[in-house]
């Protein structure tokens, strides 16, 4: 009696190769990062320090540019926020879950004034009836119709969520200086540009 006919071997499936794991930001998001950060810090600083000139050539000058640096802040802001949405962050690093449900909270915190500082300056400086002329050359179309009391509540909630953005900044830098000088953990290396 001859033994049955096996049938041929089946190839083995092909084992799956994981992905590496990111571990550091990608070359846009870096740029993204920095510029937004320069950019932000910049504006700040002449938006504090134009608040208390006196009505001159000089602080018309300065709100022009402050205001032409916070539509460029929302444009690039809207920009990051597709591309984070589309691409992944690196793992977050080992730590306990309160700092890592803070460091996500004051990110995503961080989005949301990105976008509530200049779309309330936008609004304020519609209502004051000054229209913004982007680098005098892209007139935008007024947020909200002129109104004089509008307008000075406007101006508190600009100061409110531009004082609240620099407050978010500086828990950001804290965090980071945590990270590089207590943990020495690398953080810092992950949205630094050049071999990891």
């Given at each position: 009696?001859?033994?049955?006919?096996?049938?041929?071997?089946?190839?083995?499936?092909?084992?799956?190769?994981?992905?590496?794991?990111?571990?550091?930001?990608?070359?846009?998001?870096?740029?993204?990062?920095?510029?937004?950060?320069?950019?932000?810090?910049?504006?700040?600083?002449?938006g504090w320090?134009?608040?208390?000139?006196?009505?001159?050539?000089?602080?018309?000058?300065?709100?022009?540019?402050?205001?032409?640096?916070?539509?460029?802040?929302?444009?690039?802001?809207?920009?990051?926020?597709?591309?984070?949405?589309?691409?992944?962050?690196?793992?977050?690093?080992?730590?306990?879950?309160?700092?890592?449900?803070?460091?996500?909270?004051?990110?995503?915190?961080?989005?949301?004034?990105?976008?509530?500082?200049?779309?309330?300056?936008?609004?304020?400086?519609?209502?004051?009836?000054?229209?913004?002329?982007?680098?005098?050359?892209?007139?935008?179309?007024?947020?909200?119709?002129?109104?004089?009391?509008?307008?000075?509540?406007?101006?508190?909630?600009?100061?409110?969520?531009a004082y609240?953005?620099?407050?978010?900044?500086?828990?950001?830098?804290?965090?980071?200086?945590?990270?590089?000088?207590?943990?020495?953990?690398?953080?810092?290396?992950?949205?630094?540009?050049?071999?990891?």
């Amino acid at each position: 009696m001859t033994p049955p006919v096996l049938p041929p071997a089946v190839a083995a499936a092909p084992t799956p190769v994981a992905k590496p794991v990111k571990t550091r930001y990608d070359g846009l998001a870096m740029a993204f990062h920095w510029l937004l950060a320069l950019l932000i810090i910049g504006t700040f600083s002449v938006g504090w320090y134009m608040s208390d000139l006196p009505f001159s050539m000089t602080r018309l000058k300065l709100f022009n540019w402050h205001k032409w640096a916070g539509v460029t802040i929302l444009a690039l802001s809207a920009l990051r926020l597709l591309w984070r949405l589309a691409n992944r962050p690196p793992a977050d690093l080992p730590m306990p879950g309160w700092q890592k449900f803070g460091a996500h909270a004051v990110h995503w915190l961080l989005y949301a004034a990105f976008f509530a500082v200049p779309l309330s300056g936008w609004a304020y400086s519609s209502a004051a009836g000054f229209p913004i002329v982007w680098f005098g050359v892209l007139q935008l179309p007024d947020f909200v119709a002129p109104d004089k009391a509008l307008a000075a509540t406007l101006k508190e909630v600009h100061a409110f969520f531009a004082y609240g953005l620099g407050l978010l900044v500086l828990a950001h830098l804290g965090a980071v200086v945590k990270h590089v000088v207590i943990d020495k953990d690398g953080l810092l290396k992950r949205m630094l540009p050049g071999r990891a």
